[in-house]
């Protein structure tokens, strides 16, 4: 049962993250990516309190160590500070459906990192899947651009997305122990959630600090569309689909395997960016897109 929760819930956010990703692509053309990160973990976590209340779910748990709270708060921050900041910054510079490919690198980096961090041990079958994964990575790396200028945005935009998915990763990794623990209670699971995103809306707000003209940046804010993208994007992105990561990472019992999952997403967002942003699903990015979903379902079958 736990493992048909965990695969359900992976797959509801795959789905859900995959919307929340194509509205945050069109919101990024107007306002600053590291505004769009603070706002939307800024107002899932007032969701989140909002259903604390409502569910009268307790705002603290003492059953952790010292340790375990520290690792939850790294895991925010690098997850949801700098990890997001740095994707939806990549998100403004390349096509959303170049980014959802990129992203197929994760679970080669959860392999690594788990196989380092917790001991997790590769198949075989396993090894050759994450292999063509990264082969999908590589075409749509050094797929052939229109113009010199795009092609030098792009790189930038890949780069700064392959470090943005390592902060994740190991964000998510280092979390799995804690999870373990309370794999049995989603309320517990929710509540790590909450714990996890504050340190991360912190730090989100912190990133975007640093920004020269951060106070005309704020002011692009108020526009009824935008502020319609933002709560619709945080809801689905940071509240929804956040939730339903943390729940289908604690009932999966390989981290991998649950990144696997994830990657889905890949073809959610390719049809949700061509349907609502018009992007162009190139033969290089087509064929990317099959090989990437056939290193994920031969990792799992």
């Not at 107007?30 to 705002?59: D, E, G, M, Y």
């Not at 052939?144 to 964000?171: H, M, P």
């Not at 889905?264 to 190139?282: D, G, Q, W």
Request: charged share 10%.
């Amino acid at each position: 049962m736990h493992y048909l929760v965990g695969y359900l819930s992976a797959l509801s956010s795959a789905f859900l993250w995959s919307i929340a990703v194509v509205i945050f692509k069109s919101a990024s053309n107007l306002l600053s990516p590291f505004l769009i990160n603070a706002v939307k973990n800024t107002i899932a976590f007032i969701l989140f309190i909002i259903l604390f209340l409502i569910l009268k779910i307790p705002f603290w748990y003492s059953e952790f160590n010292f340790t375990d709270y520290v690792i939850i708060m790294m895991s925010g921050i690098l997850g949801m500070g700098v990890g997001d900041s740095l994707f939806i910054y990549a998100l403004s510079r390349i096509k959303a459906n170049q980014a959802a490919i990129i992203d197929t690198f994760s679970p080669v980096i959860i392999y690594l990192l788990s196989y380092l961090i917790l001991g997790t041990v590769l198949t075989i079958k396993q090894s050759i899947g994450s292999f063509i994964v990264v082969s999908a990575l590589l075409l749509i790396t050094y797929e052939k651009n229109l113009t010199n200028n795009e092609q030098r945005i792009d790189k930038i935009g890949v780069l700064l997305q392959i470090i943005a998915i390592f902060c994740s990763c190991y964000g998510i990794v280092i979390l799995k122990p804690v999870l373990n623990k309370v794999n049995n209670s989603i309320n517990i699971q929710l509540w790590i959630t909450v714990f996890r995103l504050f340190p991360g809306m912190i730090m989100a707000w912190i990133i975007f600090s640093f920004q020269k003209n951060r106070i005309d940046l704020i002011y692009k804010f108020y526009n009824k569309d935008i502020i319609k993208k933002m709560l619709l994007g945080s809801f689905l992105g940071t509240f929804m689909a956040l939730t339903f990561w943390i729940i289908g990472y604690a009932n999966i019992s390989k981290p991998p395997i649950a990144s696997i999952i994830g990657q889905m997403a890949v073809i959610f967002i390719a049809i949700f960016s061509r349907i609502f942003l018009k992007e162009k699903i190139t033969v290089m990015r087509l064929i990317s897109i099959i090989i990437a979903i056939s290193g994920v379902i031969i990792i799992i079958f």
